[in-house]
């Protein structure tokens, strides 16, 4: 991934001329954020390791795993948020990593936690570098020093247990090569969040990560049939079985605990023969209350599409769903709806006929299968779109939420207004647009995506608003995070989000599993 964009540069979107007048016209945005700085004007703070420090890892993991130049500290310096890309374009001196270490095996990452902990050395584990929670600060706290401890290299295909549906895979995997992996043998995976292409299996383990394709295939957390993690005090090695009664779930310990008390270096998961058949439908709704009624039905009836999602009317009017085509209208009016079926021909065109019916009782109009097919082809695209109205002056960032059904109006007006208000006391207008991302019988996920002009200091600017709208997700009762992660950036509002009795058990598990207090300082637990 680039080092101060998105991802892949040759993927890059330029602004389109609708998009242009768009945001001429709505938020006076006519223009550009200033020249980018390169790679090499970037100023790091020095490396805090010492020479017998760097000594110690080259033992442990080999010359050509420790990376100690400034481009490799850079690349691991953070996530890729707003508040990160933006950072990346200060003049004054950032932090970063003093090193980035790449192991090669758990016996690689327990002498790097050993080491670490005598030489009070922080420890952030490093995916695919796609956090959008500050969860890769390189936080060093009250440590000498802080490094990244980089997985890519344990990226193997361990098992496959084609009779049971489940596969061992390790940590450092894309999901990409996951699919490839498993596409060689007839399997998928069907795990797609917009970060598939980049981040990693241990990273949708640590974030509890949920894919496109949840409503079919569920989260990443659904799929977690085990889990191996390397802690201070030891290796954890969690899931003997489909289900147990055996007290609490300590897997759940480790999916969700993004680092803070293990390096996952394997997971086991649940996998599905790779589908013979995909259909597609894309709906009208008239109004998104009628959609996400719609949805409601779907859900609590289990026709069991594989995808579902609905834009509210903004989106919609954007056309922000179907990413090739942002800012031309194609879809008069209304709210647009997404369908995907897969699995075998039968299968998908039962499921495909019952959804399609109960759509259409509720209020639905097809607009057959051109739309789907666009949102579907243009999927992982939007955060490349983001890069370029940074660079032409506007404020983009997206964050989410989840609550009940009966809530998500109440839950949808107050987080809209809290980022309205916020952002148009700095002086610009702001295109608040929203969709239902993931739905459950009992609720949905809200996913927002914000767009305004960038005034004064666009870090403290979004950085206001990021809290009147976590504000707002709490006073309704919502979750502060649904598939991002907490990270750094929502860690203010987990005493909220679990009281203060459920603090304490993470500290009290941290203290267990991590007692120097090592591994990713500063993120998750308050």
């Known amino acids: 991934m680039k ?25 006076g945005v006519d223009g550009e954020a200033g020249p980018e700085l390169s790679a090499d004007e970037v100023r790091l703070r020095p490396s805090a390791l010492s020479d017998a420090d760097r000594a110690a890892f080259t033992a442990m993991v080999g010359a050509e795993n420790v990376i100690a130049d400034d481009i490799g500290r850079l690349l691991r310096a953070g996530g890729k948020s707003t508040l990160d890309l933006l950072r990346r374009r200060d003049r004054g001196v950032q932090d970063a990593p003093d090193a980035v270490l790449l192991p090669g095996s758990e016996d690689d990452v327990a002498a790097v936690l050993e080491y670490c902990v005598r030489q009070s050395i922080a420890v952030v584990p490093f995916g695919g570098g796609t956090s959008v929670v500050g969860g890769l600060d390189p936080i060093r706290g009250d440590f000498k020093a802080v490094v990244s401890l980089d997985l890519r290299r344990l990226d193997d295909l361990h098992d496959l247990d084609e009779v049971s549906g489940e596969a061992v895979l390790g940590a450092g995997v894309t999901g990409p090569d996951a699919e490839k992996l498993l596409g060689a043998r007839g399997f998928s995976l069907g795990h797609f969040p917009q970060s598939f292409q980049f981040a990693t299996i241990g990273g949708f383990a640590a974030t509890r990560s949920s894919g496109q394709d949840s409503a079919g295939y569920g989260r990443f957390d659904d799929m977690v049939r085990g889990v191996r993690a390397v802690t201070p005090a030891g ?11 055996a007290g609490p779930d300590l897997r759940q310990l ?27 439908e894309a709906w009208s709704f008239p109004d998104f209350t009628t959609g996400a ?15 579902i999602r609905l834009s509210d009317e903004a989106e919609t009017g954007v056309n922000l769903a179907t990413t090739e085509s ?20 039968e299968h998908t065109a039962s499921r495909h006929a019952e959804t399609r019916a109960l759509i259409e009782a509720h209020g639905g109009t097809s607009l057959g299968e051109a739309s789907a097919k666009a949102w579907e082809h243009g999927r992982f695209g939007a955060p490349y779109l983001r890069d370029s109205l940074l660079s032409a002056g506007a404020l983009c960032e997206t964050l989410e939420t989840a609550t009940s059904w009966s809530n998500l109006p109440v839950l949808k007006a107050a987080v809209t207004e809290a980022l309205t208000s916020s952002l148009g006391a700095t002086g610009t207008p702001a295109l608040v647009l929203c969709h239902i991302s993931h739905v459950y019988p009992t609720g949905a996920s809200l996913y927002f995506t914000v767009v305004a002009g960038q005034r004064g200091n666009p870090i403290e600017q ?27 950036d929502h860690r ?8 203060d009795l459920g603090v304490e058990v993470l500290r009290a598990v941290k203290q267990v599993l991590d007692p120097t207090g090592i591994l990713n300082p500063g993120k998750l637990i308050p």
């Open 326 to 345: 942002i800012g031309e209208q194609t879809i008069t009016g209304g709210c647009l709806a997404i369908t995907a079926f897969e699995g075998t021909e």
């Open 293 to 307: 009624d719609a949805l409601r039905a779907v859900v609590q009836t289990g026709t069991g599409p594989t995808v």
């Open 3 to 27: 080092w101060n964009a998105w991802g892949d540069p040759a993927a890059a979107k330029p602004l389109s001329d609708g998009i242009r007048t768009l945001l001429k016209q709505a938020l």
């Open 235 to 245: 290796v954890l090695d969690l899931g003997r079985a489909p289900a147990s009664a």
């Open 462 to 488: 979004w950085r206001t608003a990021k809290i009147a709208a976590s504000d707002a997700m709490v006073r309704c009762g919502a979750t502060i995070t649904h598939h991002h992660a907490v990270g750094a």
């Open 254 to 280: 480790i999916v969700g605990s993004e680092g803070v008390f293990g390096v996952i270096t394997r997971v086991r998961v649940r996998v599905h023969p790779a589908p013979e058949s995909t259909r597609y």
């Open 492 to 499: 203010p509002w987990m005493a909220a989000e679990v009281g």
